[in-house]
């Protein structure tokens, strides 16, 4: 069983910046596709953004595409979301999502369903 930690979320202004980060507890993310969705009150979770296994693909959904980068570090287990240019509709609870995969794939998966594993999620909040 595979466990996801979120961190670093919090409140900023709008045009602002945060990075949050995700820690997983299995020996590698070699073999994951790591994703990011998020989800607002009285909304759908929705995908934000993902990394193959192999870490050579991402994905962006278009709302967030040239604000906001996902990054990892095999060493350290972690996946990062760096956001940049906050607006107020990007505030929601995010989660991290972890995919098993075929070692260094280059699977990119947007949608929730394939998903196995998930964090507790981290709350952003951005202010006007």
């Known amino acids: 069983q595979v466990q996801l930690v979120e961190s670093g979320g919090g409140l900023v202004q709008a045009g602002g910046s945060l990075r949050l980060s995700c820690t997983t507890s299995?020996?590698?993310?070699?073999?994951?596709?790591m994703g990011w969705f998020r989800q607002a009150p009285g909304k759908e979770r929705e995908f934000v953004t993902a990394?193959?296994?192999?870490?050579?693909?991402?994905y962006y959904a278009d709302s967030v595409r040239g604000r906001f980068t996902i990054s990892r570090d095999v060493a350290k287990r972690t996946v990062y979301l760096q956001m940049n240019s906050l607006k107020p509709e990007d505030t929601a609870v995010y989660y991290c999502a972890g995919r098993p995969t075929p070692y260094y794939s280059n699977e990119v998966p947007t949608t929730r369903e394939l998903y196995n594993y998930w964090g507790q999620g981290t709350q952003v909040t951005v202010s006007s």
């Open positions: 990394i193959s296994s192999s870490g050579a693909n991402t």
């Open positions: 299995g020996r590698t993310i070699s073999n994951y596709a």
